[in-house]
């Protein structure tokens, strides 16, 4: 009971964190006059994910590498084929194009080359620090992007994020507060959720990476879900999917390089990748990224029914993984469906984008 009260109590003070410092960070941004643009795409995108970063870094530092590796890749998974399919059930998702044509490649890109890193069954110190590198990159073309852009675009993000002139968040020292106030309950909240998700691993039989790719997995991304299904259910669809997007990016090159580092610097020799994730968990991650690009990419868009095919594909996922983890009598026949998941889920999305008439951006 106390460690369910711990996991539960975590799982509060990571969403409660995240609010917190996004809210905080956006307006102490936008009052130092960074452009609303990059607010949007960085601060918000990004501290939706920075459960799954305390998480991460946490379970590096207290010695579970495995839940580490297995949290970010698992959240990945979660949010397109959960959240979007969730978000799609509510209201069909219009993609706007020029958006999503830059954004979709470098999330899937970041996805192929952390296969390709991990080849070698280690995310080194360089592996690590060349993810983190790149993210510190897409920030700075972000910023560079928003400069390059007129008053009309960054006049979306603007009605979203800029404060009341005289609201309880105006000045600088209550902004500030929120940011450490955030902070401190996305350590607290990692740790404890880290400590009791161990503890359920060892008495369910399963390994660190299961419960990480599962149960934390889904918690972490408490953020991105609680942020996507607003926005669809009020109508923001291209907040809907753009959350989603930038925080697949934030955790492959942000968590999992943060992670690696945490790691190399910690003594472990960087992160160790399990043969579990490298051969499948990464591949599907892959697949998952990859099928949302016909229909991103051409500016289409989700419709219901393909929601539904994206949370049956993520409950096939995760059934697969407790039967694994459990040795199940039924594996082997699962197993032989689930060989063909990943071809499927894109060979799929890919016919059906083609032949669909396109909505307008």
Not at 9 to 29: E, I, P, W, Y
Not at 190 to 215: E, N, P, Y
């Amino acid at each position: 009971m106390i460690h369910i009260l711990m996991f539960v109590g975590g799982l509060v003070a990571l969403v409660a964190g995240a609010q917190a410092l996004v809210h905080g960070a956006s307006r102490l941004a936008l009052a130092l006059g960074i452009s609303p643009l990059v607010v949007g795409l960085t601060i918000v995108a990004f501290g939706t994910s920075a459960p799954e970063m305390a998480v991460s870094v946490g379970a590096v530092l207290g010695g579970t590498t495995d839940l580490a590796l297995g949290n970010a890749v698992g959240s990945n998974t979660f949010n397109v084929l959960f959240i979007l399919g969730l978000a799609a059930l509510i209201t069909p998702l219009a993609v706007h194009v020029q958006v999503i044509r830059q954004e979709a490649p470098i999330m899937i890109g970041g996805a192929v080359l952390l296969l390709v890193l991990a080849l070698d069954g280690t995310l080194g110190l360089f592996d690590s620090a060349l993810l983190f590198a790149l993210l510190m990159a897409y920030t700075v073309f972000l910023i560079r992007q928003s400069r390059a852009e007129g008053a009309t675009r960054t006049d979306d993000y603007a009605a979203e994020l800029k404060p009341a002139a005289a609201g309880w968040d105006a000045r600088p020292s209550v902004q500030v507060a929120l940011v450490v106030v955030g902070l401190a309950l996305l350590v607290g909240g990692s740790q404890a959720l880290v400590s009791a998700a161990v503890v359920f691993a060892k008495a369910l039989g399963v390994s660190d990476t299961v419960v990480g790719l599962t149960i934390v997995a889904a918690g972490t991304s408490l953020p991105e879900v609680a942020a996507s299904t607003l926005a669809a259910i009020k109508g923001e669809r291209d907040i809907a999917v753009g959350n989603v997007v930038g925080s697949c990016v934030f955790n492959i090159f942000g968590v999992i390089g943060l992670a690696g580092l945490a790691a190399g610097f910690a003594g472990f020799g960087g992160l160790a990748v399990p043969d579990a994730v490298r051969h499948f968990d990464l591949w599907v991650m892959l697949a998952a990224l990859v099928a949302c690009l016909p229909v991103f990419l051409s500016g289409r868009e989700i419709a219901r029914w393909e929601g539904a095919l994206f949370l049956g594909y993520y409950a096939a996922y995760t059934a697969y993984l407790v039967l694994a983890a459990q040795h199940h009598a039924a594996l082997g026949a699962f197993s032989n469906v689930m060989l063909g998941f990943a071809i499927p889920l894109t060979i799929v999305t890919l016919v059906v984008a083609m032949f669909r008439p396109a909505k307008a951006a």
